[in-house]
């Protein structure tokens, strides 16, 4: 028996041998088929969903209710404000002010540069030659009436006497004389009078020209009252026609941040400055004595209240040439094309193309850019 | 019965050689292991080889610029001046605003460094506008991107102080960490000290911006005064005049108004400011962060380099930088590496367990098994050292290629002839033994060595594969190689005299029972198959070639499987104008989306680009990496695919007006490098005039959205978006006495922010900037009261000597080979790419009339398929020439060539219907397979060749030779076919990492085996009897075969 296992022992080594492979190929080969099944390709991408937007027609959208798109999307009404936003921001200077205290508030002024003091001295000055000089014609007038209408009156008397019989022809030969030496001197004291009243006034308006050249206008300068600031504003040539006298404004100064200064237009300067400027003087208000002469300001021109219509800025779009806002109408959207102005923080100016109240999409309008190019190109 | 050595090899002289002296064969044996272990520990270990294109970048900053400008200014000239660099393939440029990236590519194989040096030469020559700055991208490439990290702060940090830690701390260490070539920032916000402007103060004191701006310039300067001397001492002297802070900057002196100094601090507010971002990063549920990416130097070994990246950061995290600041990566290469060498060493070691397990079923013997097992190792690091010595890494694609199988093929053949030699004999003499074993080797030698040799001829033709597909696949063919080398050397060297060694105390005569039984019937089956000849031979014919016709036509045709980086990579372009802001928040909602679904860890969205101008991306463009949990954690989905799938739906349904593309990093942007483009299709429109061709390429694009298959078809430039244009007007500036000078100083420096200035901290340096308060800029009329001054110091508005405008212009200008470009891109869904294109072409011939001028070609993935096609179409038919004459050489007769060679059909039907059950499409990874499964399929019926020779030899007729010859090699054929199906059935049913480039090939290897065995073993005897080929002449003294009895019919 011992022999048969020695014979046999070979073939039951290997045939143990190939068992245990069997076994263990099996066990390989299970665990492997009983692994995941590698993914169809095709399942890489899913396939396009249906479209959330389509295009109506000419400058007509449309979208699908059920959507996040149509969700995200808020519509708001085209909103109407009253702004007193400034139309027209410059720069300028506060030129003078007059100062609390007692005495005439004329002589209480102050101003930004002894340019300026001496030129509103020298007007003042003037207007007093100009009263005095007016006034000294006037005497002078009147003397000279009354010296002439004496001499005038003797020589009649004398002319009388004479003719009477009296032998006063010498009295009337010397008053005939008196009289024209009277008349020559009337005209000649005249003259003068009249000459220094002229040379007064001309004083007086090359006062007014160097007041006006500093910026100051002179008859703002004659209504002085405790508090008047005078500003002058530099407008650019290029938007002379948008300012004009009685505009209200606002001045704001960079050494006193967060304050603003409500006044109004007085005047407009008559000529361009060197810088092609145009001068524009602004009387505002100041009873706290902040403002100093000389302080630079931004003045905004323009500031009566006045109704804008405004968007969120997230709903204007620009599309090629033009700039448009999505308009809910009825279950569509209509592209209005507008004409945007000046931001309002947020919120931007339309200057044309709504008249308030209009429900335009307010947000994410952007991510209809594509199809509002195609609406628009239909 | 034994086959006759009819004829030697020139290995014969060897094997005697090394049966002569086996303690020096077994001692280099052990000698080459050791070196193949070393080569292991100093090689790179990467999980795909770097397939990216010898590409040299210049990228031209042009700040301000519109792209139309930085066109014609910077990229042409740039364009025009790198033309007659040697050795280009294609230029490529992409212009945005004030950014030119012009892209040469060069032909591969080109030395990086030279090719650089070529470039810079050139570029040393163009003449660029002032202000134009060009220099050289990286020496990098897109799959050097192997490390992305956020700069996390827990003490209240904020983006700018991010920023700065990042540009002066993180980065400058890891630039200086060996094989680093760049460290890219993205996101926060940078530092400057900004002085913004005050109208009102500028006007009042008559003060210009350019006063402001030469007076910062003209303030902020050192100098050196030579040295003083005293006595036996000297001084260096020097001044110190920079700028050092904000005060500093606020107490400049401009002018003098009226007898007072007027200071900057007096015209504008000075602080500390940022630049105006391109970029913002933002990661999971942080909306704004700071990111770093870390690019590794071509050819540098990433697995060393990354072990260095990671030093450097634990010593940054480890006290470099402030408390509550710490560098922590999202993205690291290490993940895909460990993860697709998972998959690799998984199905590698089930390979050889298999291997190893059909050894041991079929020849029943562990010392057998063990003798031929050990083929394994020495081939992997016989490999390893040629590996070594020629720069391949470890990867997917080298190691993880190897059919161990085939590997023993060889050394299966040979033990078994061995075995057989050593259990027919009488006793157990050791001399005798090593003599019965010698003669076993010197029998199979020349088979073994033809065959071995036909296999590896069969992956020589792989070699010339170039491109994407050479990058990929040859590396693996030369690993291949060099196994199989190793294996011939184990094989004819080393298993003679191990097994001499190991056997000596003989083999027992064992037969597997299923072989023992089936061998009669297979003996039977042959005979009536002679038999029936001419009935067989036809119908074979006629059968192979109604599964060709009906499998092989719905076979679909794509370049590349899908290679699984592990993490997802999307492209997002939100309508032209957006942004960068809004495209950063809607960003937001994509993250919140994204992370609802359970399966995803983390998800990070660039928007806009990156600071270094490598990216000319508009704000509008967003890309997104979002990381999937290990796949363990999974519980919604079971593939990538799946999860692609379900994300991009949600996503497209939340902004459909977006297109997305779903794609992966490295091969994104690998492919866009190499072809221009991603995509899988894309249709390349090129002319000078960029209306017409983007209208046309909106035709093209409607037209390709109605094939079938296609999916986010867009055109791939974005569109024009609207500019201000602010031009001045000539006359009126003449009339203002502005000089055009100053209106572009006005835009570059107070609008655009350039810097006039440099502050130091320290090593850090930040610039100063000069501007106009931004919050009085919200509109063009704004805009237009900023003031320009006269000559004559007098500040105009600007809009009063310019216009200022809305126009439409380009977002980005692409241009491939000196012309502007439109690409209309699209992916493939659900069909194959070459079907697709098909169609797709046919549609645009249809509805797409092009006007002369315009030029259209078709590219991306598909550019590539076509390449490869065309090069497979040559290769494969080389490949089998090739066969056929080493076949003809090995048994001197056509005859037998031309039988052997019917293994060919045969293996290739196989494969394709393995294909068309398993739903693959044929690709390059397949054609590989094809290529190496022809070489494979033919060894079985060299052998049987051999066999039915044999017996022939010894006198038998025609018939029954060739049914003992077939009995004979039956076995070893069953064996070696089963471990070469069996050790690549783990790689074609493998799911993991990387899996997706090994599954296609090894599943047309073993389904194209099992089908070239079967009817290798039913029907090369039937047309060999057909073919009747004669015998070789004999050579030499081979010694005459024995035994066999019992298989005689």
Redesign the interface.
Same mark, same amino acid.
Request: charged residues 20%.
């Given at each position: 028996m011992l022999g048969r296992w020695r014979e046999r022992w070979p073939d039951l080594w290997a045939n143990a041998w190939m068992t245990l492979g069997t076994l263990g190929a099996a066990v390989v080969i299970v665990s492997l088929l009983g692994g995941p099944a590698p993914a169809d390709p095709a399942a890489r991408q899913a396939a396009p969903a249906e479209e959330a937007v389509i295009v109506l027609g000419p400058g007509r959208l449309a979208l699908r209710p059920d959507t996040p798109l149509a969700a995200r999307l808020t519509v708001a009404p085209a909103a109407v404000e009253e702004v007193s936003r400034p139309r027209l921001t410059v720069t300028g200077t506060v030129l003078a002010r007059v100062y609390a205290g007692d005495g005439d508030a004329a002589e209480r002024w102050a101003f930004s540069s002894p340019d300026l003091a001496d030129a509103y001295t020298d007007w003042v000055q003037a207007q007093v030659d100009v009263e005095f000089a007016d006034e000294q014609l006037a005497r002078v007038r009147r003397l000279t009436e009354v010296q002439v209408t004496r001499s005038a009156e003797l020589k009649r008397r004398l002319r009388q006497l004479v003719e009477a019989g009296s032998e006063a022809a010498m009295e009337l030969i010397s008053a005939e004389a008196d009289l024209l030496q009277a008349e020559l001197q009337a005209q000649r004291d005249q003259f003068e009078a009249e000459n220094a009243l002229k040379v007064a006034r001309r004083a007086r308006a090359a006062a007014e020209r160097r007041l006006r050249l500093g910026g100051l206008e002179p008859l703002a300068l004659r209504e002085a009252a405790d508090g008047t600031v005078v500003l002058a504003a530099n407008v650019p040539e290029a938007h002379v026609p948008d300012v004009h006298a009685g505009q209200a404004c606002v001045a704001r100064v960079y050494g006193l941040p967060g304050a603003s200064f409500e006044g109004v237009v007085e005047s407009l300067g008559a000529a361009l400055t060197t810088e092609r400027m145009l001068r524009a003087l602004l009387r505002v208000d100041d009873p706290g004595e902040r403002l100093r002469p000389g302080m630079f300001a931004e003045v905004g021109l323009g500031t009566e209240p006045r109704p804008v219509v405004t968007v969120p800025a997230a709903a204007l779009l620009r599309v090629g040439d033009a700039d448009c806002v999505l308009v809910r109408d009825g279950d569509a959207l209509r592209v209005a094309d507008v004409v945007p102005g000046r931001r309002l923080g947020d919120l931007v100016e339309v200057l044309a193309g709504l008249t308030g109240g209009e429900p335009v999409v307010a947000r994410d309008a952007i991510l209809l850019k594509p199809f509002v190019a195609e609406a628009r190109a239909r | 019965m034994t086959p006759s050595s009819a004829g030697r090899s020139v290995a014969s002289p060897l094997v005697e050689w090394a049966m002569g002296r086996r303690a020096v064969v077994l001692t280099l044996t052990l000698l080459v292991a050791g070196a193949g272990l070393w080569c292991f520990s100093k090689m790179e270990v990467d999980a795909y080889p770097d397939i990216s294109a010898q590409v040299v970048q210049v990228i031209t900053t042009f700040p301000g610029r519109a792209p139309e400008e930085v066109e014609r200014q910077v990229t042409i000239p740039i364009e025009l001046a790198m033309a007659n660099v040697p050795q280009v393939e294609v230029i490529r440029s992409r212009t945005i605003f004030g950014l030119s990236v012009v892209q040469l590519q060069f032909d591969e194989g080109t030395e990086k460094y030279w090719a650089r040096l070529r470039v810079q030469e050139n570029l040393s020559l163009v003449e660029l506008p002032d202000g134009a700055t060009p220099e050289l991208g990286p020496l990098a490439t897109a799959y050097g991107e192997l490390y992305r990290y956020e700069l996390v702060s827990t003490a209240g940090h904020d983006l700018m102080e991010l920023r700065t830690l990042n540009d002066w701390a993180v980065i400058t260490r890891l630039l200086r960490t060996p094989g680093v070539a760049e460290v890219s920032n993205f996101g926060g916000l940078g530092k400057q000290f900004s002085v913004t402007l005050?109208?009102?103060?500028l006007?009042?004191?008559g003060v210009s911006l350019q006063d402001v701006v030469d007076a910062i310039r003209t303030n902020n300067a050192t100098a050196g005064g030579g040295v003083l001397p005293r006595g036996g001492m000297s001084f260096v002297i020097r001044g110190a005049g920079a700028l050092l802070d904000v005060e500093a900057i606020g107490a400049i002196f401009v002018r003098t108004v009226d007898g007072a100094p007027v200071l900057v601090r007096d015209v504008a507010t000075v602080e500390l400011g940022h630049q105006i971002p391109s970029g913002i990063f933002s990661k999971d549920r942080t909306d704004e962060g700071v990111e770093g990416i870390v690019l590794v130097r071509r050819g540098e070994n990433t697995s060393v380099v990354l072990a260095r990246v990671k030093e450097a950061i634990d010593e940054l995290n480890g006290g470099l930088l402030p408390e509550g600041v710490q560098v922590v990566p999202f993205y690291d290469r290490t993940h895909l590496v460990q993860s697709t060498m998972e998959t690799v060493s998984h199905s590698v070691l089930?390979g050889v367990?298999?291997v190893v397990?059909?050894?041991?079923?079929?020849?029943?013997?562990?010392a057998m098994?063990l003798l031929v097992a050990l083929t394994i190792p020495f081939s992997l690091l016989f490999a390893m050292v040629l590996m070594y010595l020629v720069d391949i890494p470890i990867g997917l694609l080298s190691i993880g290629a190897i059919d161990f199988g085939i590997i023993v093929d060889g050394a299966v053949i040979m033990s078994d002839r061995i075995a057989h030699r050593l259990s027919a004999m009488r006793g157990h003499e050791r001399k005798a033994v090593w003599r019965e074993v010698l003669t076993a080797a010197l029998e199979m030698e020349r088979p073994v060595f033809f065959s071995m040799l036909m296999i590896i001829g069969a992956y020589l033709p792989l070699l010339t594969l170039t491109s994407i597909e050479g990058l990929l696949f040859r590396p693996m063919a030369l690993t291949l190689v060099f196994a199989l080398v190793g294996a011939l050397i184990f094989t004819l060297l080393v298993v003679p005299p191990l097994a001499s060694l190991l056997l000596r105390g003989g083999v027992?005569?064992?037969e597997?029972?299923l072989l023992r039984r089936g061998r009669p019937l297979y003996a039977a089956t042959l005979r009536h198959l002679l038999r029936t000849r001419w009935v067989v031979a036809p119908g074979a014919v006629l059968l192979l070639s109604v599964a060709l016709w009906r499998v092989v036509p719905g076979i679909g045709l794509e370049f590349l499987p899908?290679m699984d980086e592990g993490v997802v990579w999307v492209r997002a372009n &939100? #309508?032209?104008?957006?942004s960068l802001q809004?495209t950063s928040a809607y960003g937001g909602r994509i993250r919140e989306l994204v992370l609802e679904h359970p399966d995803v860890e983390f998800i990070t969205i660039q928007s806009g680009r990156n600071d270094s101008g490598t990216d000319p991306f508009p704000p509008s463009r967003m890309e997104v990496m979002i990381g999937p949990r290990p796949r363990a954690e999974w519980t919604r989905v079971?593939?990538?695919?799946?999860l692609?799938?379900?994300l991009?739906?949600r996503l497209?349904?939340? &902004? #459909?007006?977006?297109r997305f593309n779903?794609t992966q990093p490295i091969i994104d942007s690998v492919t866009e490098d190499t072809n221009g483009t991603s995509a899988n299709l894309a249709v390349e429109l090129s002319g000078p005039d960029l209306d017409l061709l983007r209208r046309l390429g909106q035709e093209a694009a409607d037209a390709l959205r109605r094939v079938p298959g296609a999916?986010?078809v867009a055109i791939e430039q974005e569109g024009p978006q609207?500019q201000l244009v602010i031009a001045p007007d000539r006359e009126r500036c003449a009339r203002?006495d502005v000089r055009v000078e100053d209106v572009t100083g006005l835009i570059d420096t107070a609008l655009g922010g350039d810097p006039v200035g440099v502050i130091y901290e320290g090593e850090r340096r930040f610039d100063v900037v000069v501007r106009f308060d931004r919050r009085q800029l919200?509109?063009k009329?704004?805009l237009g009261?900023l003031p320009v001054f006269?000559q004559?110091g007098?500040?105009?508005?600007l809009?009063?000597v310019c216009r200022i405008e809305?126009?439409?212009g380009q977002t980005t200008i692409a241009r491939e080979g000196g012309r502007r470009r439109i690409t209309v891109r699209c992916?493939i869904?659900?069909?194959d790419q070459g079907g697709f294109v098909a169609e797709a072409q046919r549609r645009f011939a249809e509805e797409v009339a092009l006007p002369p001028g315009v030029r259209v070609s078709w590219l991306g993935m598909f550019e590539n398929l076509e390449r490869a096609k065309g090069h497979f179409a040559v290769v494969l038919p080389v490949t089998i020439g090739l066969i056929f004459a080493l076949l003809v050489l090995t048994f001197g007769s056509p005859r037998a060539g031309l039988v052997l060679l019917l293994s060919v059909p045969f293996a290739f039907v196989g494969g394709a219907v393995a294909l068309d059950v398993r739903?693959m499409?044929l690709n390059v990874s397949t054609g590989v397979g094809f290529a190496a499964l022809f070489g494979i399929a033919i060894m079985n019926g060299v052998l049987m060749v051999r066999y039915i020779t044999a017996r022939r030899l010894e006198g038998l007729d025609l018939d029954p030779a060739i049914v003992l010859g077939a009995q004979d090699c039956l076995r070893p054929i069953v064996m070696a076919s089963l471990v070469a199906i069996?050790g690549l059935?783990?790689a074609s049913?493998a799911?993991g990492l990387g899996?997706?480039v090994q599954?296609p090939l090894a599943t047309v290897i073993v389904w194209g085996l099992v089908s070239a065995t079967a009817l290798t073993l039913l029907l090369v005897p039937v047309f060999y009897r057909i073919a009747s080929p004669g015998l070789p002449p004999p050579e030499g003294e081979a010694p005459a075969p024995d035994g066999g009895g019992e298989h005689a019919s």
């Open positions: - | 005050q109208p009102a103060q006007l009042g004191y089930l367990t298999l397990l059909v050894l041991l079923i079929f020849m029943g013997s562990p098994a027992p005569e064992w597997h029972p899908y &939100f #309508p032209e104008g957006t809004q079971r593939t990538k695919h799946e692609v799938a379900e991009g739906a497209r349904e939340e &902004f #459909p007006t977006t779903f999916v986010d609207p203002y919200g509109s009329d704004e009261e006269s004559q007098a500040p105009i508005p809009r009063q809305l126009v439409d992916d869904v659900g069909r739903g499409n069996l059935v783990p049913l799911t899996s997706d599954r």
